[in-house]
């Protein structure tokens, strides 16, 4: 399984700032530490070109972004401080989910080590998401003809609003958020599907819901590729979360879609969203069990790589 990273992925906050960077570099060292992904495994993005950004993202938002910089309003609703390293930062994460998604196509599986800022909307940004990495990657996509429908699994504990706004009128993707009802954005957007979990909700079921909706999601959705959004918030005690999921109930949940979207043959991505455990190293640990499963699958299931490369050659 190939995986985008990018040294740039992480960049400087103010102390005691919320959002947790370091869990990338830690990620990435943990999995290549484990065997999980090799040395050669890792593709190094990029920062994504101006034009891709401009197929979901409005001029003056890029403008700002690019340019002018943030107003203190604006800053505050994103959750973090503007600055180039920032905007950099998040054009090498948007190229990494482009790349991830391209790898996915050609292999079956792929991931991002970063990724799934799915609080961006066209023209702006807010809860520490800047671009909208998979609806740019899923646009690019469609203009490059490379697939004809998408399926975006959300099963971050906050609504994937940004990405629900975004593709609200476009029949060719389907949203699927399954998040904490009651937790951030106070004001849901509407995707094709959301199934909204009271507080304290465990594996049991959690789970449960989760295997009642995916089938049926995976058929309604049609899709050639599916971006899954593995945030791992839903975790008990998780800072910003209020469920209650165990270590064991998220690794189980991550079998549960690799499992499910690569039985019908569709493409997988895999993008990180959000975590916020008690340390940066416990984030990075639970982050590792997607990519453990999804390696686990990929190493069992040969052939579908081998269909997949090529169906993606035809």
């Not at 950004?53 to 403008?63: A, E």
């Not at 706004?165 to 699927?176: H, K, L, M, N």
């Not at 998220?250 to 993008?271: N, Q």
Request: aromatic letters at 6%; charged letters at 20%.
């Amino acid at each position: 399984m190939r995986c985008s990273y990018h040294p740039g992925y992480q960049v400087a906050l103010s102390p005691g700032h919320p959002f947790p960077m370091s869990k990338y570099p830690l990620l990435k060292e943990r999995l290549l530490g484990e065997g999980v992904l090799a040395a050669g495994d890792i593709l190094e993005p990029e920062p994504i070109r101006l034009d891709t950004l401009r197929l979901v993202h409005t001029g003056d938002y890029l403008d700002k972004l690019s340019s002018r910089g943030l107003s203190p309003a604006e800053q505050r609703l994103l959750g973090m401080p503007w600055s180039e390293n920032l905007w950099t930062r998040s054009r090498l994460a948007c190229a990494g989910t482009l790349l991830a998604a391209r790898t996915a196509l050609a292999d079956g599986i792929a991931g991002n080590l970063a990724g799934g800022t799915h609080h961006a909307f066209a023209d702006h940004g807010e809860g520490f998401c800047v671009l909208n990495d998979v609806a740019v990657a899923i646009r690019a996509l469609r203009a490059e003809g490379a697939i004809r429908r998408a399926l975006v699994i959300d099963l971050d504990v906050h609504q994937g609003n940004g990405t629900a706004s975004i593709f609200e009128a476009d029949a060719s993707v389907y949203t699927f958020s399954m998040h904490g009802e009651r937790n951030y954005p106070l004001r849901k957007m509407r995707s094709n599907l959301d199934v909204g979990l009271k507080d304290g909700v465990a594996d049991a079921e959690y789970l449960d819901v989760l295997s009642r909706h995916l089938p049926a999601v995976l058929q309604a959705a049609d899709a050639d590729i599916a971006f899954y959004l593995a945030g791992v918030d839903v975790a008990g005690g998780d800072r910003y979360g209020r469920l209650a999921l165990s270590e064991e109930g998220i690794r189980a949940r991550e079998a549960l879609v690799v499992d499910a979207v690569r039985r019908r043959g569709t493409a997988l991505s895999i993008m990180l969203a959000g975590g916020y455990a008690a340390t940066r190293a416990r984030t990075a640990e639970l982050h590792c069990h997607v990519f453990r499963e999804a390696v686990g699958y990929a190493r069992a299931h040969p052939q579908a790589a081998r269909a997949q490369a090529a169906g993606a050659g035809q």
